[in-house]
Nanobody, 119 residues
Framework: QVQLAESGGGLVQAGGSLRLSCAAS????????MGWFRQAPGKEREFVAS????????YYGDSVKGRFTISRDNAKNTVYLQMNSLKPEDTAVYYC????????????WGQGTQVTVSS
């Protein structure tokens, strides 16, 4: 089990930046993969970024490459999503998710944090 709590969302003007945090607590397993996803109203959930825990390798969705960066602080059990050069189309609820090594699937999700980018 693990509890994931996102924070850092808010309202920002186009071109601005935000940093989202995903704090994990109560983890009882080894982590395989951490990811960020987003879902805008009326749209399907979209992959944003991920990090393989052992290697630190990162991957990004095409729409955010070069603008967003996923990182982690092991001491704080926290994963971050630094979002720069934000666009109105980045408006969505952002979720973090965790894949345990035993399943290698995103079995655990946070409650989400709203990001709104005004034009």
């Amino acid at each position: 089990q693990v509890q994931l709590a996102e924070s850092g969302g808010g309202l920002v003007q186009a071109g601005g930046s935000l940093r989202l945090s995903c704090a994990a607590s109560g983890r009882t397993f080894r982590t395989y993969l951490m990811g960020w996803f987003r879902q805008a109203p009326g749209k399907e959930r979209e992959f944003v970024a991920s990090m393989y825990w052992s290697s630190g390798n990162t991957y990004y969705g095409d729409s955010v490459k070069g603008r967003f960066t996923i990182s982690r602080d092991n001491a704080k059990n926290t994963v971050y999503l630094q979002m720069n050069s934000l666009k109105p189309e980045d408006t969505a609820v952002y979720y973090c998710a965790e894949a345990p090594i035993i399943s290698r699937r995103y079995d655990y999700w946070g409650q989400g944090t709203q990001v709104t980018v005004s034009s």
